[in-house]
């Protein structure tokens, strides 16, 4: 069985970073086509942050991601990292990672089968 676990949330200042986690367990990273950030705001869709291919190539949010975000993953430690810098009070979610094993349209949430409980991050300003 699948579980994905974010990790790495919590309270920063305006300005600030944090680097989000995902960790996986009954399946390694490598065999996934995509992983990827989603987040949700209150009372907002669940918008796409960014993701990662098994071959290690990077897509982002141009528009709230673009030169802020970083994804990346680690086959060894079998860990997608979200580093977030730059953060904003709009940066405001709980953040999802999510991993599909066949290839899809990137910033749709319906092409990835497996989702983490998510975790908080809250900017103040």
């Known amino acids: 069985q699948v579980h994905l676990v974010e990790s790495g949330g919590g309270l920063v200042q305006a300005g600030g970073s944090l680097r989000l986690s995902c960790a996986a367990s009954?399946?390694?990273?490598?065999?996934?086509?995509?992983v990827c950030w989603f987040r949700q705001a209150p009372g907002k869709e669940r918008e796409f942050v960014a993701a990662?291919?098994?071959?290690?190539?990077?897509?982002y949010n141009e528009d709230s991601a673009k030169g802020r975000v970083t994804i990346s993953r680690d086959n060894a430690e079998n860990t997608v990292a979200l580093q977030m810098n730059s953060l904003k009070p709009e940066d405001t979610a709980v953040y999802y990672c999510?991993?599909?094993?066949?290839?899809?349209?990137?910033?749709?949430?319906?092409?990835?089968?497996?989702w983490g409980q998510g975790t908080q991050v809250t900017v103040s300003s």
């Open positions: 999510a991993a599909t094993l066949v290839w899809g349209s990137y910033s749709d949430r319906a092409s990835y089968e497996y």
């Open positions: 009954g399946r390694t990273f490598s065999t996934y086509a995509m």
């Open positions: 990662v291919s098994r071959g290690g190539r990077t897509t």
